[in-house]
């Protein structure tokens, strides 16, 4: 939703296809926010901005979704060495 105009009418910004969509419809208040998958299983695959794999590589399982407008992390959680799944070698 973009924008409250008043007696319950509202502007809105489309994510997806309108294909059948027509001034004055009614619609439904989801109550969240748009949300995308987090974690692991994401890595290497590409989304659309309502975390729908557009890949061609099948769905993708994952147990977290956040929010697309959140809250950064606090600089003291950041780190300037990557993260890597390979053990230290020494």
Known sequence: MQQ????????CVALGNTDGMVRGMEVV????????PVGKETLGRVFNLLGEP?????????????????????????STK????KPESK
């Open 29 to 36: 208040d989801t109550g969240g926010p748009v949300t995308v």
């Open 4 to 11: 409250h105009l008043g007696g319950g009418r509202v502007r």
């Open 54 to 78: 557009i890949d061609n590589c099948g769905p993708v399982k994952t147990e977290e979704r956040w929010p697309i407008h959140r809250d950064p992390p606090a600089v003291t959680d950041l």
């Open 82 to 85: 990557p993260k890597s799944s």
